[in-house]
């Protein structure tokens, strides 16, 4: 008789994932368990243009100019497409260690520490960044040393690279992957409903001169737009100056780079130019998703050049930093190309 063996399908990295992420389309989507207010911040946008194209942008363009549909239908769309690049992507997590690894890191604490028998890893580890001394926490969940700037959300149980915050609004943490995206996102929504509310109060206006103001009040129901304003364009204007001083909004809630902590504490990750600043954040490189690739050896050694081991180097230089603005904006346009 003949052996008939069957293959067993090998399964991809998301597939076995260990987080509390959620996926769709084959792992090219990775969203958050919790995505409810994901949705609600959908229908909000799409129910204030919805509003603003039916009832001003028809009386706009035949009292002003058809430019202004235009102009409200590319911002809209814009930010649409942000908005699902935000929420659809992987943030950046870092792949947890695998059972070997975690047991060699172990082996070479217990050597470090002239014992042979089991001890737990130590909580910290201190390298050198531009002059600057960075602590990295070791992660008992994932089981690594937290490269730096990184941090475990604690919603979807992940390490994060870069790690900014966890924003329900977009259903997703906000990372090295995605935050130029989450920032355009922001910055074009604040841009649609100053858009909006603009075109709202000049609608009423001149409507007012034929029917009356209050009259003309109920025929643009989006002057709600108005208490969302101000909340967006500050929240825009907050991560601008993130940017500008290349922080992290986990950062500056912590402090880390205030100068109230010592007098020698400093950004060692600021280019100390804001033009190079923006442009690091904005234009640089993406570097690959570690979630959605087919290989898992490759992720494991490689880890886009971040894995931290108990052999790391005492000194650590900023990874891939460019020189300047200029060699930032060649990568980006590289990339695009």
């Not at 008939?4 to 987080?19: D, S």
């Not at 109060?201 to 129901?221: C, E, M, V, W, Y």
Request: one cysteine or more.
């Amino acid at each position: 008789m003949k052996m008939v063996l069957k293959k067993t399908p090998k399964k991809r990295k998301w597939e076995t994932f260990p987080g509390r992420n959620k996926f769709y389309c084959d792992g090219r989507i990775m969203m958050a368990k919790q995505t409810g207010v994901f949705y609600l911040t959908l229908v909000l946008i799409l129910v204030t243009c919805g509003l603003f194209f039916t009832f001003d942008c028809w009386f706009l363009a035949e009292q002003l100019t058809p430019i202004i549909p235009v102009i409200g239908a590319v911002l809209f769309l814009f930010v649409i497409g942000t908005l699902l690049r935000t929420s659809f992507s992987d943030p950046g997590v870092l792949p947890r260690a695998t059972p070997d690894e975690a047991a060699d890191l172990e082996r070479q604490i217990d050597v470090a520490n002239g014992s042979t028998g089991y001890r737990p890893p130590p909580r910290t580890k201190e390298v050198v960044i531009n002059g600057q001394t960075v602590k990295l926490k070791y992660c008992f969940t994932c089981k690594i040393f937290r490269p730096p700037r990184a941090s475990h959300c604690s919603l979807c149980d992940n390490c994060v690279e870069r790690f900014d915050h966890h924003c329900p609004w977009v259903g997703n943490c906000v990372g090295k992957r995605n935050y130029r995206f989450f920032y355009m996102f922001i910055l074009s929504l604040s841009f649609l409903t100053v858009f909006i509310f603009a075109f709202v109060i000049t609608h009423i206006i001149l409507n007012s001169q034929r029917i009356g103001f209050l009259s003309a009040l109920k025929d643009s129901p989006v002057v709600v737009c108005f208490f969302s304003v101000w909340s967006i364009v500050g929240l825009s204007g907050f991560h601008t100056y993130l940017i500008s001083s290349n922080q992290t909004t986990n950062e500056d809630i912590k402090g880390s780079w205030s100068s109230k902590r010592s007098k020698d504490n400093y950004n060692p990750y600021s280019y100390g130019n804001i033009f190079t600043n923006c442009c690091a954040a904005l234009c640089g490189p993406l570097p690959p998703s570690e979630q959605v690739a087919a290989i898992w050896a490759s992720i494991c050694m490689h880890a886009c050049g971040h894995r931290l081991s108990g052999s790391f180097p005492p000194t650590l230089p900023i990874p891939h930093r460019p020189e300047g603005a200029f060699s930032l904006f060649l990568q980006f346009s590289c990339s695009v190309l």
